[in-house]
């Protein structure tokens, strides 16, 4: 057994290797803390922070054997931060720490007992047999239920370096009763754990900065590949739409086309009289204008896809752009002896867009398409009123109307479907869905009702509802 000069001869080594070890920790601690300022890393600063109090309180407390326990159990700190640290954040029902108080309170409850009844070093030591029972029962259920890939590769590596650290360390404290050698063998035990612990800390310190910078790269590289799925799907879809406009295009305009050359076959036939030739060169003339409509309207959606970006903005009096589109279009309805009626607003109102679309692409369809499918002798209106805050734009006609199956595809610029109007006026289809690429680029909605002539023969029509924000 060592004498108690001995001891007090190596306690003082002891005590120095330690502090040594944590003040090495605590300086490896400061450059983590220079180059990573995280959560994870303060909280490695609390810890030997504890530890260096704990070191001091056991010197203060050495002649009350009871009291030693305090620094130890103060090891539970410690513990919340490595939970903190390490499991809460990668699996927050992994382990529960408080499992780990408990033991605590059974070891502290026996040591009270044998500071007070007994003296032999084997009952003394039973709160080192009773309270690490439950930790260490609890660590064996978990790493056998838990399963996961994640608990695998890291926690783990956590459980069996860190938790018997911390179990030891809690119940270490007994061996600090008794003789000088237990107290002897207590310190190099305390010792020897923190070299462990230091090393082990350090350890899961780096890995964990490592796991954070893969999962940091790896979110990244999610990140990218989603942008570059998006953006495939995007490419696929404008490549879609292209060829769909490529091949109604080839469909569109070489019917026209074939007209036109026929009509001036015909015209230029030697046999044929000035008024049979002025006829067939007027058939040629409503062909090239079906191009001409055909070609302008397929510019104008490839330029407001391509220049969405660049989408010219500009405030658009409403006032201005109804009589631009009533002169435009009023020939046209007095040689179909259909009445456009047309009204004004009472005051100032202006809008936010691209007056030239607006007035063609957006209006001039609008118009165009009610002159097309009404009757002489009806009525096309065109009225705005303000609601709530946003402008409401209508077109109403009492026109021949189409069906609501039509619906669901009239804005798709894929498949636009032409439909010739009740005098066979020609069409291209691509009036509306151009009109609903105007309002989504402007944030509008639109709203369009319609009654086929075929249900109603006195309340048929359509209307077209506009809505913008001022």
Known sequence: MLHADKV?????????ITLFIVAMNLLIFSLYWRSRRTETTRNFGIYWLVQLLGLL?????????LLMGIPFSAAIVNFWVVYKSFIK????????YKVFL????????????????????????????????????????????????ELKTFHHKLLFTLMPFSIVHIFNFPLFRGDDANLLWGLTIHILLIIAGSVNLTMFHTYLLELGEK????????????????????LQLVNEEKSALFRIVLHDVSNPMSAIMGYLEFALNPKVNEMTKHKYLQGALNSAKTVTDTIRQIRAMESMAVTKERFYLEKIDLHEAFA?????????????????????????????????????SVLGNLISNSLKFSHPGSTVHLTSRKERGNLKVLVRDEGTGFEKSKLATIFDASSPESTRGTRGEPGTGFGMPLLKRYMDYVK????????????SETNHGTKVELSFQV
């Open 8 to 16: 007090q001869i190596l306690a003082p080594y002891l005590l120095c």
């Open 57 to 65: 309180l056991s010197g203060v407390f050495t002649e009350n054997h």
């Open 89 to 96: 954040d990668l699996s927050p029902n992994t382990l529960d």
């Open 102 to 149: 408990y033991g605590y309170g059974v070891a502290w409850c026996f040591a009270i007992a044998a500071e007070l009844t007994w003296s032999n070093f084997m009952l003394t030591n039973m709160p080192l047999a009773i309270g690490m029972a439950m930790p260490a029962l609890y660590i064996m259920k978990v790493i056998w239920k838990d399963k996961s890939e």
């Open 215 to 234: 999962k940091k790269l790896k979110r990244l590289v999610n990140l990218r590949t989603e942008e570059l799925n998006r953006r495939y799907e995007q």
């Open 324 to 360: 631009t589109v009533e002169t435009i279009f009023r020939p046209q309805f007095e040689a179909k002896n259909v009445t456009l009626k047309v009204d004004y607003p009472n005051e100032e109102v202006y809008l936010t867009g691209n007056k030239d679309l607006f007035c063609q």
């Open 444 to 455: 509008g909605e639109v709203e369009i009702d319609t009654v086929p002539q075929t249900e």
